[in-house]
């Protein structure tokens, strides 16, 4: 069974940067789509991007200039890096991998 | 980029009541389409892939169908822990979300 964890702060002042990592247990990240996908308040799922193959990205258009996800294989991890934050931004963001999801994280981008 | 549309946005129905949802792609994407149930407080559950296949573990009352542009999920007999806000999801470079149903007891 796969686990996912993610992790970083729970608060985000505006216009700084959003840092959070997922943590994998139970299968190796190398192989897989590593997914990051969000749910504002009240809103639906959004996804936000995926790193491949420890190299190869593909980020929504919406936030493609403001997102990078990368991988670190030695750790099991992978991490989203979402800069330039605004109130917009505050959402629940979980970690996906092939079907399993992390339990989310609530990031709010507040003063 | 493929949309996927959503409907309806809500579905009123008793436990016992069959529940058919739909998911529309603005473009062909073959089989390459996923099923989410998502409840409050928790991480969306995987329900159906490829279309058609049934993730490990999900009841057979699910049931996914359809190909290209038209896809449907099924609940052929609603339990009380099925009242959730179901998404499809396209599974190919954009694996953008459909915008959900919303199924609520009646």
């Known amino acids: 069974q796969v686990h996912l964890h993610e992790s970083g702060p729970g608060l985000v002042k505006p216009s700084e940067t959003l840092s959070l990592t997922c943590s994998v247990s139970g299968d190796s990240v190398s192989g897989y789509y590593l997914n990051w996908i969000r749910q504002p308040p009240g809103k639906g799922l959004e996804w936000i991007g995926y790193i491949y193959n420890s190299g190869s990205t593909n980020y929504n258009p919406s936030l493609k200039s403001r997102v990078t996800i990368s991988v670190d294989p030695s750790k099991n991890q992978f991490s989203l890096k979402l800069n330039s934050v605004t109130a917009a931004d505050t959402a629940v963001y979980y970690c996906?991998?092939?079907?399993?999801w992390g339990q989310g994280t609530l990031v709010t981008v507040s003063s | 980029d493929i949309v996927l549309t959503q409907s309806p946005a809500t579905l009123s129905l008793s436990p016992g009541e069959r529940a058919t949802l739909s998911c529309r792609a603005s473009?062909?994407?073959?089989?390459?389409l996923a099923w989410y149930q998502h409840k409050p407080g928790q991480a969306p559950r995987l329900l159906i892939y490829?279309?058609?296949s049934r993730a490990a573990g999900i009841p057979a009352r699910f049931s996914g169908s359809g190909s290209g542009t038209d896809f449907t999920l099924t609940i052929s007999s609603l339990e009380p822990e099925d009242f959730a806000v179901y998404y499809c999801?396209?599974?190919?470079?954009?694996?953008?979300f459909g915008g959900g149903t919303k199924v609520e007891i009646k």
């Open positions: 490829r279309a058609s």
């Open positions: 473009q062909s994407l073959g089989n390459s």
């Open positions: 999801q396209q599974r190919n470079n954009w694996p953008l």
């Open positions: 996906e991998i092939a079907g399993y």
